[in-house]
Every structure is written in structure tokens, then in C-alpha cells.
């Protein structure tokens, strides 16, 4: 079974850019979940899709940041304009989101986003 | 609102001691409890999960966690800790209440295993 894949690894950007993650959820996954991982930090969660709609957007700094999961399948986060502390790790992850035996969600390698 | 504490940021073990990380949690219901590991410049590599039932539960690489309702604590446990267990540890948890039911982390511990 293919994992969830992100792009890019990496990118470095100015600030006040504009830059764009892309996710593939597992197949058939319905939940995708994105999260920042700052350095020294635990995951904080921006935003959760279940199939195409926003479950919970409530920590998306909605002023720059933006998602969309159009077909209920990939997803893009998006960040316009960049600022100096929106360096971190995004992660993104998936679970099936039906049957109480599989809650647990994987994770994609996530890319490692350096504002300069 | 839900929560997940790590206290310890750092755990020190010799190679063949018994391992234990902290973790606590804070969730209205009964939880979906998790723990993952994170080696550098890699995601998060899901370890095992508390349903219900069996407190005791286990997973990969030898590892297993101890579910006590009581006192909210989901702790990580190994036997026989291996100088490549070193890595960053995260619990998470998520209410049982649905599938629209947010994941949180807590702050992560690093484990530090030496010969």
C-alpha cells in the first residue's frame, strides 16, 4: 500500500512569497489532516478535511493560509505571503475515517519550508 | 478542550535498561490514544494505538503502552531499550466521538538510548 506523499522535501522562499504544498492522501482515505511542526514543537493542526469538505479550520491563520481539497482526494495548502515565522515542517496525513479498529492516522515525510 | 502533556523533553536510558515516556491527556469521552515516532528529517511513524478494552497494548519494535483511565496516562514502555530507539516520541489523542474528531499532539520527548 502506497503512504501519504507530499511535495516538495524542501523549499526556501522570501519572505513575502507565495509557495504551495501538494499532499496524496492514501487511497480511500476520507480524513487528511494538515500540520505545521515547528522546531522543538509537537504537530499543531491547521486544518482537517473530511472528503472534500473543512472539518476544522479553527488554528488556520486564515489571512495568509488557505487549503483546498477539491475532489476529495489531494489537497494543497498554500501560504501568501510568507512571513519569517512560517518556517517549520507541514506535514500532512491521512486515515480511512470509517471503522472504530483503524483511528490512527500516517503520515507523509513532510516538507521543510525555510523563510529567509 | 483536548490536550496531551509530555513532561519530560528529554529521556536517558542505557542500551538494555527497561524505557518509560510520560504522557497524560485531557479529553472530554473516551479517547483514541497513539504514539509515534519521528526520526530526523522524517515524518511521523505511527507505533500503536488504545481502542478499548486490553490496557496493555502493543506495537512495533517492541514497544508497548499502558492505558490508565484513572489517571489519564498513556505511557510508553520497552523492555529493553536499542541505541536505535533514539528518536523524538509524540502521544496524541482523539476523542472516540465520531470521524470528524481532531488529533491533537503533545510537545514530544527525545529518547537518548547509549551504550
Known amino acids: 500500500e502506497a503512504g501519504v506523499a507530499q511535495s516538495p522535501r524542501y523549499k526556501i522562499i522570501e519572505k513575502r512569497q507565495s509557495v504551495a504544498f501538494w499532499c496524496n492522501p492514501i487511497s480511500g482515505h476520507a480524513t487528511l489532516y494538515w500540520y505545521q511542526q515547528i522546531l522543538g514543537q509537537g504537530p499543531k493542526l491547521l486544518i482537517q478535511?473530511?472528503?472534500?469538505?473543512?472539518?476544522?479550520d479553527s488554528q488556520l491563520p486564515k489571512d495568509r493560509f488557505s487549503a483546498e481539497r477539491l475532489k476529495g482526494v489531494d489537497s494543497t495548502l498554500k501560504i501568501q505571503p510568507a512571513k519569517l515565522e512560517d518556517s517549520a515542517v507541514y506535514l500532512c496525513a491521512s486515515r480511512t475515517g470509517q471503522g472504530i479498529l483503524l483511528p490512527e492516522a500516517f503520515f507523509g515525510q513532510g516538507t521543510r519550508l525555510t523563510v529567509v | 478542550a483536548q490536550s496531551v502533556a509530555q513532561p519530560e523533553d528529554q529521556v536517558n536510558v542505557a542500551e538494555g535498561n527497561p524505557l518509560t515516556v510520560k504522557c497524560t491527556y485531557s479529553v472530554s469521552g473516551n479517547p483514541y490514544l497513539f504514539w509515534y515516532v519521528q526520526y530526523p528529517n522524517r515524518g511521523l511513524q505511527f507505533l500503536l494505538k488504545?481502542?478499548?478494552?486490553?490496557?496493555l497494548v502493543k506495537g512495533s519494535y517492541g514497544f508497548e503502552a499502558e492505558f490508565n483511565k484513572s489517571q489519564t496516562s498513556f505511557h510508553l514502555k520497552k523492555p529493553s531499550a536499542l541505541v536505535s530507539d533514539s528518536a523524538l516520541y509524540f502521544c496524541?489523542?482523539?476523542?472516540?466521538?465520531?470521524?470528524?474528531?481532531?488529533?491533537?499532539f503533545g510537545t514530544g520527548t527525545r529518547l537518548q538510548v547509549t551504550l
Open positions: 478535511f473530511q472528503n472534500n469538505g473543512v472539518v476544522d
Open positions: 496524541a489523542v482523539r476523542p472516540n466521538t465520531g470521524t470528524a474528531s481532531k488529533l491533537t
Open positions: 488504545y481502542i478499548t478494552g486490553d490496557n
